[in-house]
């Protein structure tokens, strides 16, 4: 297998701002995929769940026992 990384084709650096480029650019001239791109609220989301997605899953399985009574509040306010 050829290594993703080379002078030709990179892959470092940050992708979510990669993502919303791309996005942005989809938006203008519609080809590929992306055309008409994701929405503003989903890279929103995209982009939070990325950064804060790990710290948020440790803290939900470190405290899941001590913040098990906020599940029926939050069923009752979904109703």
């Known amino acids: 297998m050829k290594p993703v990384l080379n002078s030709r084709y990179e892959l470092t650096g940050n992708e979510m701002s ?29 982009t939070l769940l990325h950064f804060f997605g790990y ?9 899941a026992q001590r913040i098990f009574f906020i ?5 009752r306010l979904k109703k």
């Open 18 to 46: 990669r993502l919303i480029k791309i996005s942005a650019i989809g938006k203008c001239i519609p080809i590929g995929n992306l055309r008409g791109g994701p929405g503003g609220r989903c890279l929103c989301v995209l």
């Open 55 to 63: 710290w948020g899953y440790l803290f939900k399985v470190k405290y």
């Open 71 to 75: 599940k029926p509040i939050l069923r």
